[in-house]
């Protein structure tokens, strides 16, 4: 990965996108994040959807200082000029009543086109529409909620472990979800729904997040890009100056950064 230029350790692009970062949750990576953004700038950044966790917050409230670092620094960002735009996803849903609003300089909108330098118009949604769970049977979309929070709890205590025997950060929850043959083809069909709305609009290609699986392809002529999550992967979709469309790995990049970059040591937290 070569950013379009660099001043010290910031990586500047004049697009980013990320999403499903779930503030509020013992499974968002915010010290990680943290680091992306102080080490990143770009003209626009996008907010893809389900920022702040709503739904896990309204059972329980969990919300410590690396959580208002974050909000703080989005906030800075918008004063300093980045243009920052927040479309909300399922787990944020309430925001979804204040679009066309703006809050600190940072303008909520139920999707977005975005045109990139070299021409090409891209749908901006979270995706949560296209999931049929979600939209029909939130109920069940609830209770998967729960099950997967707990895959991220064993997931953390498994990474402690690893962490301690010198071995490199591993997702576990990642690795079961893409196994089972109902996922993978939950997955597939998600991108086909979602890459349909975007030939129905006359684009070029989607931006979106929702299923936290990073992926950049051809679907049948549309461009297919989703920004994955920080709460797995630590990835964002980002557009080089000349319209170069990348996902950037930041447990990669970090390392490149590395004499930068403090280490945020693997803490084990508790469901």
């Not at 915010?30 to 626009?44: M, P």
């Amino acid at each position: 990965m070569t950013p379009d230029a660099s001043s010290g350790s910031v990586l500047r692009y004049r697009t980013i996108w990320i999403s499903d970062i779930h503030l509020g949750t013992r499974g968002c990576k915010a010290d990680l994040l943290l680091e992306f953004l102080r080490h990143t700038e770009s003209q626009t950044l996008y907010l893809v959807g389900d920022i702040i966790d709503g739904w896990r917050l309204k059972r329980s409230w969990y919300w410590n200082q690396s959580h208002n670092d974050v909000v703080q620094k989005l906030l800075r960002k918008a004063r300093k000029g980045t243009q920052v735009i927040y479309v909300p996803g399922n787990h944020d849903e309430a925001l979804r009543d204040f679009t066309e609003l703006q809050f600190g300089g940072i303008a909520v909108q139920m999707e977005a086109i975005h045109r990139t330098a070299d021409g090409r118009l891209l749908l901006v949604t979270h995706g949560d529409h296209f999931d049929g769970i979600v939209t029909y049977a939130k109920w069940l979309a609830l209770l998967g909620d729960m099950a997967y929070s707990a895959a991220l709890g064993l997931n953390t205590w498994f990474n402690h472990l690893r962490h301690k025997l010198g071995l490199p950060y591993w997702s576990l929850s990642a690795y079961l979800k893409h196994k089972v043959k109902n996922a993978v083809e939950f997955i597939s069909d998600y991108e086909k729904a979602i890459a349909e709305e975007a030939r129905r609009r006359h684009v070029d290609g989607v931006v979106c997040g929702h299923i936290h699986h990073a992926e950049m392809r051809d679907i049948d002529g549309i461009l297919y890009c989703n920004d994955g999550d920080w709460v797995e992967s630590c990835t964002a979709l980002v557009e080089h100056h000349d319209g170069r469309l990348e996902i950037l790995h930041w447990a990669v990049v970090r390392e490149t950064l590395a004499d930068e970059v403090v280490e945020v040591p693997v803490i084990p937290l508790s469901v």
